[in-house]
Nanobody, 122 residues
Framework: QVQLVESGGDLVQPGGSLRLSCAAS????????MGWYRQAPGKERDLVAT?????????NYADSVKGRFTISRDNAKNTVYLQMNNLKPEDTAVYYC??????????????WGQGTQVTVSS
């Protein structure tokens, strides 16, 4: 089991930047693929970005954030980050941290943080 706590959400003006952090505890952080998802009011929870397990893992981004957002991880600190630049009002959502463990028996297990609110508005 891994526990996830997000932080860094805030009110920011369009064009501004934020860095979200997700601190993990309770398990071996480097074994988990990590991701960020977001959910706007009245919308489904959607993938924002993922990064594979281990060090120097591959990343994947939703088309809507490519070139603006960067996901990274610091395994020594058990933390995953989402650097968000050039924020748009449509980025407003609750952002959730996700940890995914691939088991030896061919299944995956997902763990979620409580979410952090990002509001992009003038």
């Amino acid at each position: 089991q891994v526990q996830l706590v997000e932080s860094g959400g805030d009110l920011v003006q369009p064009g501004g930047s934020l860095r979200l952090s997700c601190a993990a505890s309770g398990s071996i952080f480097s074994m988990y693929a990590m991701g960020w998802y977001r959910q706007a009011p009245g919308k489904e929870r959607d993938l924002v970005a993922t990064i594979s397990s281990g060090s120097g893992g591959s990343t994947n981004y939703a088309d809507s954030v490519k070139g603006r957002f960067t996901i990274s991880r610091d395994n020594a600190k058990n933390t995953v980050y989402l650097q968000m630049n050039n924020l748009k009002p449509e980025d407003t959502a609750v952002y959730y941290c996700n940890a995914r463990l691939a088991t030896a028996w061919g299944t995956t297990r997902d763990y979620w943080g409580q979410g952090t609110q990002v509001t992009v508005s003038s």
